[in-house]
């Protein structure tokens, strides 16, 4: 049982443009939330974080925005850039991050110049 | 700071031998994880360890898998009798508990191949 779902394995956006990546979760008891990328051959590096006590956190080009009644985040990039190309996993913790980290199955994104 | 260090990088291997997964974490990180990447499953945790001690070990899939973390340095991740299913990228990651986010640090990862 999926409980954190990245419902699209792909997105492609045009360089310049806002990519949004969306990912469900099940488990009411989460409550910190996470963004990693992953770029082939290395391995998945932390991007940005929301606390479910917020509903938006910011970080330069990367947003993310929590909606904790439908159980929903997405990630906002923008400007879109080909170096932002790459798997983009969601995940999600309890005890206010204190429990391990569940990953969705990852998003890859494509940025075309 | 070298980050988290794992060997090898690249494992091929026959069916039904002993595969040994190797992980350094970094210096001052207390707990360490184990997460294994599928196409099929995504990044699922395997098993994870608070101070050397393994705290949930849910995911592994089955007795042919094993993991230890013998001091605050090293862990390794065993598995024996290896079989196709098992061809993956395995992921080993550490962060320091009590820094308030649940950030990991992931090393580059192990790619096996059983043949």
């Known amino acids: 049982d999926q409980q954190v779902k990245q419902n699209s394995p792909s997105l492609s956006v045009q360089e310049g443009r806002i990519s949004i990546l969306n990912c469900d979760y099940t488990n009411s008891m989460f409550d910190y939330f996470l963004w990693y990328k992953k770029y082939p051959a290395e391995g998945p590096t932390f991007l940005i974080s929301i606390s479910s006590i917020k509903d938006k956190n910011e970080d330069g080009r990367f947003t993310v925005f929590l909606n904790k009644s439908a159980k929903h985040l997405s990630l906002h990039i923008v400007p879109s850039q080909p170096g932002d190309s790459a798997v983009y996993f969601c995940?999600?913790?309890?005890?206010?991050?204190?429990?391990?980290?569940?990953f969705g199955k990852g998003t890859k994104l494509t940025v075309n110049p | 700071d070298a980050g988290v260090i794992q060997s090898p990088r690249h494992e091929v291997t026959e069916m039904g031998q002993e595969v040994t997964l190797r992980c350094k974490p970094i210096s001052g990180h207390n707990s360490l994880f184990w997460y294994r990447q599928t196409m099929m499953r995504g990044l699922e945790l395997l098993i994870y360890?608070?101070?050397?001690?393994?705290?949930?070990d849910s995911g592994m899939p089955e007795d042919r898998f094993s993991a230890k973390m013998p001091n605050a340095s090293f862990s390794t991740l065993k598995i024996q009798p290896s079989e196709p299913r098992d061809s993956a990228v395995y992921f080993c990651?550490?962060?320091?508990?009590?820094?308030?986010?649940?950030?990991?640090?992931f090393g580059a990862g192990s790619r096996l191949t059983v043949l």
């Open positions: 995940a999600a913790s309890s005890q206010g991050g204190s429990e391990k980290l569940v």
């Open positions: 360890f608070n101070n050397n001690v393994p705290i949930d």
């Open positions: 990651a550490s962060r320091r508990t009590g820094t308030g986010a649940n950030v990991l640090t």
